[in-house]
């Protein structure tokens, strides 16, 4: 199993991870999920124990296709509503530290 | 030492809905900001998408048009990467399964033809509009969610030219179909391009850089002209190309290597389990190819063969779908087309770029350009009067017979009428008279153009010319006798 | 008064204020006494609107007085606060979502809405739905009211606790992995997950989007059946909710098992399983064969996968379903960061809890680049098994009986240091939820401690008639 092989060599970079997920941890969170995460992850890799060389991924439980929606304009939210809900705002926008590109 | 340029071309069309991709909220341009915004597209709690299925036909008419397969199962995939401008900090888009793969696109190159070959087509959602104030940013959503089709080439691109004429012919056929209205000053296109240059004779690419978020043509050409020299004194100069996105700066003229996005590259794509796969029949396809729209090439080769119009003449109005279509009419009704590809390329195109106007509701119609036409060939009206009939038309309309009638402007082609235009001009004109005589040919233009006078424009010059030279040379005669 | 609010079912209390016996105002007015009385120490609820509640009440006796009809007119409902009420917090019980007030109703509330409900308040749960003992809240950890001292169970603990506990006449939960049967298994109360696509998910804050359902949690087999009913159907704003027609749910509900063939999954009776868990659902089981059903032995050979199959998938999908919660549009923002990416990494640092963090990291591990194809796409693809398993054994008969849950509600505190040994808890609940087949959770007995065992109904995909006849004719032969 090529799979096995590959995992079992490989272990979860939490750190590495939890800044792609945009998540700062405590050096004390990324040990303990480290910890925890490495024994979850050896648990759920035996999947790959099974035969799925011939196997369709499922990804929808139900067989449904084509559900469209006609290209019509609906009312949505008023500017009011919706920055009333934010955190910060500047001139009916939604205002986030300066962004350099 | 000689370099060779790769490029390869991700387009970004924004298409002509009404509603965004996923939402009922307005596609409109310019309105006030988080004015078009819902739940959906928002990324609020709960909020869940659903295809707007014009927006999916109008792909697949633009596969169809470039030929592309169109995949009979396909699907959207989330495409995660944070970005202020994100409602859900990952995008809808479509990664293994797009509606369309493959197809090309044919450009002018050299006086011959080049095809670009078309990699894919797929849709996905726009993002928002971030704004820069002082110490801060805004964000505004209006723009989330409307709906982009990417047109991805492959790199096959061999100049910043060619990337230019690619273009160019792309955006023709995207007017064409109807599928967008292409308005760069409204960022309806928008390019990512990506370059290298290898030495001649090096088989595999060089490293390429991206250059991202272009807005109009002739930035993609100016950047693309930087890059490719930029690069090849890097290497000239013995450095290396990092694999990088730059930015183009316009202001400047120089592309500029973006932050770099640490981890930005995995997007850890997955199928949109919010939305259900789309299975385009068989029956459906070739529903959608049966009406499709002639390609503007196809248009401008048939024009040339079937209209015996010049080369240039069918270049210029095919350019333009809806000037094609005019031209097209009338000249099914014309024994001359050039006559009526030459109306239309000169008088039709500047009374309406002038009066902006469009050419699909203007009050002169094919039969009446062609009615103009056949009017001039029978010698009936002269130039002149057709250019007046021409403007009457055009702000009027109406039939040009009628008009040619009621403004009296049938030509005069009596001889006998005339000769007395004639010699009443050689009467009240002694002095030029004179001058032709003692030499000065030109002075003969001067009184051909006081018999059209006296005419009110009406005579038939070639006539007046043949008739006025014969009196000329009889004068000239008593004059030497 | 003549009437008493803690066990009332729904059908109760629609048939009292029918006959005018009392008023939806009285009703509601009783249940704030008993909130009042005993949520200081089940913590059930996140938020009890009392005036506005009373209000509605108010508007439903009114529309009562002028002859308007409403499948549920008057009839006051519990939320989980993860559904999205108009004008209503919705906290997901994260403190990232504090601040939030929602424009719209899901869809759900909307048709209950429509059929006249009254929304009383917003019930605790684990923190979006990642847990399965409510433990996992934000702000608060909801106890189980048959005993204070164990967990409801999860996610749904604080809508089931609410019913259980007589704060509630019934309350809405939803089901990604367990979290309606579970908790109404912990707790002693009815808990149906209807099959995926049954009831639009258009308003339910996504944990996984392709295994979460809306279900009820209620004081019996018919409340469920009533408000399944109102809910389902297909909803436009949901492209996976399915068009089929939604049946009449209430005829159904007969009484008996005559012809009916119940399997007994072997893969959900295995040793390690609490043995005094195991004597009361084969109890439940004989009773069943007594009503005149057909057990039959079957195989669900790909059970034991289930557990990291529906941890890949879920933790994947919550991952990007969370990635929204960014400090940008709405809800929770640190004070002070410095660029966009600083204000991301300390928002949802600070935002989150440690349960949400751990399966957000697990979620982003299983889709990086290298992993996707031994993690998600191989748990895609054993979720076709998995979904083949139940086609097979629906071949052989109608529904199947099984436990909820190999034990009992745990001590509060007992299992929070290992979150592997809380996974597999999740055993025999998840499957229903990769298969996308309905579940329901009727109250079978009690442990020698008085806590309550759940004994579960699995039937096919939009099989709901079925389980809920058979958990009916249970119901009504146990009491």
């Known amino acids: ?101 | 030492m000689k370099y060779l340029t790769t490029i390869g071309l991700e387009v970004h069309v924004q298409l002509r809905t009404q509603s965004k991709m996923f939402c009922g909220c307005s596609s409109e341009f310019g309105a006030e900001p988080n004015t078009h915004v819902c739940p959906v597209c928002l990324g609020y709690p709960g909020a869940m998408p659903v295809m707007n299925r014009e927006a999916v036909r109008k792909t697949i008419i633009t596969g169809l048009m470039i030929g592309s397969k169109i995949n009979e199962f396909s699907k959207f995939d989330r495409k995660s990467y944070f970005y202020p401008d994100m409602p859900k900090n990952y995008q809808i888009s479509q990664y293994d399964k797009p509606l369309c793969v493959g197809g090309s696109v044919d450009i002018d190159v050299d006086g011959g033809i080049k095809r670009v070959a078309v990699t894919r087509i797929h849709l996905e959602e726009d993002v928002g509009k971030n704004m820069h104030f002082q110490n801060t940013s805004g964000v505004d959503f209006n723009r989330a969610g409307i709906p982009l089709m990417e047109i991805v080439s492959e790199p096959e691109i061999s100049s910043p030219e060619e990337a230019f004429a690619y273009l160019l012919a792309l955006k023709q056929i995207l007017l064409y179909a109807g599928v967008s209205d292409c308005n760069l000053e409204e960022g309806n296109v928008r390019c990512d391009v990506n370059c290298s240059v290898r030495q001649e004779g090096q088989n595999e690419f060089g490293t390429k850089t991206e250059i991202k978020n272009l807005n109009t043509f002739k930035g993609v050409l100016n950047a693309l002209k930087y890059e490719v020299v930029r690069q090849v004194e890097t290497l000239e100069s013995g450095g290396n190309i990092c694999q990088e996105t730059r930015r183009w700066d316009v202001d400047t003229g120089v592309t500029i290597a973006m932050r770099s996005k640490e981890y930005a590259h995995d997007y850890r794509y997955f199928p949109e389990p919010d939305l259900v796969p789309v299975v385009t029949t068989r029956e459906q396809i070739e529903e959608l190819q049966s009406n499709l729209p002639e390609l503007p090439r196809y248009r401008r080769e048939r024009f040339v063969k079937e209209y015996g119009i010049p080369e240039y003449d069918a270049a210029v109005l095919t350019a333009d779908m809806s000037v094609a279509g005019y031209f097209e009419q009338a000249a099914k009704l014309s024994s001359n087309p050039k006559a009526i590809s030459n109306w239309i390329m000169t008088e039709m195109l500047r009374l309406l770029s002038e009066k902006e106007l469009d050419i699909r509701t203007v009050m002169i119609t094919p039969s009446a350009l062609a009615g103009l036409v056949k009017l001039t060939d029978d010698k009936v009206i002269n130039s002149n009067s057709a250019k007046e009939v021409f403007a009457v038309l055009f702000d009027k309309g109406g039939d040009p017979n009628q008009i040619v009638k009621e403004k009296g402007l049938i030509q005069v082609s009596d001889s006998g009428a005339i000769e007395k235009f004639i010699e009443q001009a050689i009467a009240d004109n002694p002095k030029s008279v004179a001058d032709y005589l003692s030499g000065k040919e030109v002075a003969a233009k001067h009184i051909l153009g006081q018999v059209m006078k006296l005419s009110r424009g009406k005579a038939n010059p070639q006539l007046v010319g043949a008739i006025l030279e014969e009196k000329l040379k009889v004068e000239k005669q008593k004059k030497n006798g | 008064m003549s009437f008493n609010v803690r066990n009332m079912t729904v059908h109760e209390a629609l048939s009292l204020m029918e006959r005018r016996e009392c008023t939806s105002e009285q009703i509601i007015r009783g249940l704030l006494d008993e909130i009042r009385a005993v949520d200081g120490r089940i913590d059930a609820y996140l938020m009890v609107n009392e005036d506005d509640a009373i209000n509605q009440a108010k508007a439903a006796d009114r529309a009562r007085a002028e002859g308007k009809k409403g499948k549920l007119l008057g009839v006051p409902i519990a939320v989980k606060d993860i559904l999205n009420v108009r004008g209503q917090q919705c906290t997901c019980a994260s403190r990232i979502l504090s601040g939030y007030v929602s424009p719209y109703d899901a869809t759900a509330v909307a048709r209950l809405r429509s059929e006249g409900a009254v929304f009383v308040g917003r019930t605790n749960l684990d923190e979006f739905a990642m847990g399965s003992t409510t433990e996992n809240s934000g702000f608060k950890v909801t106890k189980n009211p048959r005993n204070t001292d164990y967990v409801p169970g999860g996610s749904s603990g604080g809508s089931a606790a609410a019913v259980a506990g007589g704060e509630a006449i019934a309350a809405l939960g939803t089901d990604t992995g367990g979290s309606v049967r579970l908790p109404a298994a912990f707790c002693g109360c009815v808990g149906l997950k209807p099959s995926y696509g049954r009831i639009s998910r258009y308003g339910l804050t996504a944990y996984a989007s392709s295994l979460d359902q809306i279900g009820p949690i209620t004081k019996d087999v018919t409340d469920a059946a009533v408000l399944l009913g109102t809910m389902a159907g297909w909803d436009e704003m949901d492209s996976t909710s399915v068009k089929i027609p939604v049946p009449d749910y209430m005829a159904g509900l007969s009484g008996d098992l005559k012809n009916m063939k119940l399997g007994l999954p072997r893969e959900y009776f295995v040793k390690g399983m609490d043995p005094e868990v195991e004597k009361i659902v084969r109890a439940a089981v004989a009773k069943c064969r007594a009503l005149g059903a057909e057990i039959v032995d079957v195989s669900l050979p790909h059970t034991e996968y289930a557990v990291s199959t529906y941890y890949i998938i879920a933790t994947a999908e919550a991952s990007a379903n969370l990635a929204r919660f960014d400090g940008v549009r709405y809800g929770f923002r640190i004070k002070g960061a410095s660029d966009p990416i600083d204000m991301y990494g300390k928002t949802r640092a600070a935002g989150f809890g440690p349960e949400v963090k751990r399966r957000i990291i697990l979620g982003t591990y299983v889709l990086s680049s290298g992993y996707y194809d031994a993690y998600y796409l191989s748990a895609q693809k054993v979720r076709t098994l998995i979904r083949r398993d139940f086609e097979n054994v629906f071949k052989q008969c109608d529904a199947l009986l099984a436990p909820v849950s190999p034990t009992v509600a745990y001590r509060i505190g007992e299992k929070t240091g290992d979150p592997l040994q809380m996974y597999l808890g999740d055993i025999f609940t998840v499957t229903a939820n990769l298969a996308g087949i309905c579940g329901l959770s009727v109250p079978c007995g009690v442990n020698k401690e008085g806590l309550p065992v759940g004994l579960q109904v699995l039937g096919p995909a939009f099989g709901e008639e079925k389980i809920l006849r058979i958990g009916h004719a249970y119901e009504s032969a146990s009491t």
């Open chain 1, 1 to 101: 199993m090529a799979d096995l092989k590959m995992t079992s060599v490989d272990k979860i970079d939490v750190a590495y991870v939890a800044h792609l997920a945009r998540l700062f941890l405590t050096d004390e969170e990324i040990r303990t999920f480290q910890g925890q995460l490495d024994h979850v992850v050896a648990y759920v890799k035996k999947i790959n124990e099974l035969d799925l060389k011939n196997v369709e991924p499922t990804s929808h439980a139900v067989m449904v296709q084509n559900v469209f929606r006609e290209d019509v304009v609906k009312p949505g939210l008023s500017v009011e509503q919706v920055m009333s809900n934010a955190p910060a705002t500047i001139s009916d926008q939604f205002q986030v530290p300066k962004i350099v590109e």
